[in-house]
């Protein structure tokens, strides 16, 4: 009950965002993602709603003719990623905001959307928890304006876990080299992806499921 309400919150103040944000002076004809700029007041209300430092707002530009959002998490497994879950939605808006949030991404990851007609929150957890015992944790999240490029996969977060003494941070762009990871011996390594895409929501879900 608790979680249901905190992503309604947090829905509830996406809107706010959405109607309170800056506006470019100048149409940016490129497609990117971007951490959300948030008014001290903005901060404020995130910290109520517990929007702590793995919780990750972004806003994002596209252009027209996009059809489908998905959001995947990975573990790292033999030097590949391994699919944990993949969510596909229709989206078709040019622009939007999106919130992510969890605490172990192995115990499950939340999404909240808004956009100018659309608004939504799904979330994913495992039938079992994973027991991570006491390891050390590590995460790193996407805190540069990036390029969307349609099918192309946008890491936003990476997650090292380890029982050795010292632990470093990887940066997100670390997910598309998962045999140097692997190399680094990390207990456990997990990724969040988005994926926008022109294919339609059926399309996706046929690629996804061949791809797994």
Same mark, same amino acid.
């Given at each position: 009950?608790?979680?249901i309400l905190?992503?309604a919150?947090?829905i509830v =103040?996406l809107?706010? $965002?959405?109607?309170?944000?800056n #506006?470019n002076?100048?149409?940016?004809?490129?497609m990117y993602?971007?951490p959300?700029q948030l008014?001290? @007041?903005e901060?404020?209300?995130g910290e109520?709603? +517990?929007?702590n430092?793995n919780?990750m707002?972004?806003?994002?530009? !596209?252009?027209?003719g996009?059809? @489908?959002m998905?959001k995947?998490?990975?573990? $790292?497994a033999?030097g590949? &990623?391994?699919? !944990?879950? /993949?969510e596909?939605?229709?989206?078709?808006?040019?622009?939007g905001?999106?919130a992510? +949030?969890?605490d172990?991404?192995?115990? +499950?990851v &939340?999404?909240? @959307?808004?956009s %100018?007609?659309?608004k939504g929150?799904t979330?994913y957890k495992p039938?079992?928890?994973?027991?991570? +015992?006491? !390891?050390g944790?590590a995460t @790193?999240k996407?805190n540069?304006? /990036?390029?969307?490029v =349609?099918d192309?996969?946008?890491?936003?977060a990476l997650?090292?876990m380890?029982?050795k003494?010292?632990i470093y941070?990887?940066?997100? /762009?670390?997910f598309f080299?998962?045999?140097? !990871?692997? %190399?680094?011996?990390?207990e456990h390594?997990?990724?969040?992806t $988005?994926l926008?895409s #022109?294919?339609s929501?059926? %399309? $996706? %879900?046929?690629?996804?499921e061949g791809n797994?």
């Amino acid at each position: 009950m608790k979680n249901i309400l905190s992503i309604a919150l947090v829905i509830v =103040y996406l809107i706010g $965002l959405s109607a309170c944000g800056n #506006q470019n002076d100048k149409v940016n004809k490129n497609m990117y993602i971007e951490p959300a700029q948030l008014s001290q @007041t903005e901060e404020d209300i995130g910290e109520l709603l +517990g929007l702590n430092e793995n919780r990750m707002i972004y806003d994002f530009v !596209l252009q027209d003719g996009v059809q @489908t959002m998905k959001k995947s998490t990975y573990v $790292l497994a033999d030097g590949k &990623w391994e699919v !944990l879950s /993949s969510e596909v939605g229709e989206f078709k808006d040019t622009k939007g905001r999106i919130a992510l +949030g969890f605490d172990y991404i192995a115990d +499950g990851v &939340w999404t909240a @959307t808004q956009s %100018e007609n659309q608004k939504g929150k799904t979330s994913y957890k495992p039938m079992e928890a994973e027991d991570l +015992g006491n !390891l050390g944790v590590a995460t @790193t999240k996407l805190n540069d304006k /990036s390029e969307i490029v =349609y099918d192309k996969e946008i890491p936003v977060a990476l997650q090292v876990m380890t029982s050795k003494n010292e632990i470093y941070s990887e940066s997100v /762009s670390g997910f598309f080299e998962p045999n140097k !990871l692997e %190399e680094k011996e990390y207990e456990h390594v997990y990724a969040i992806t $988005l994926l926008f895409s #022109q294919k339609s929501n059926a %399309e $996706l %879900e046929k690629q996804t499921e061949g791809n797994q």
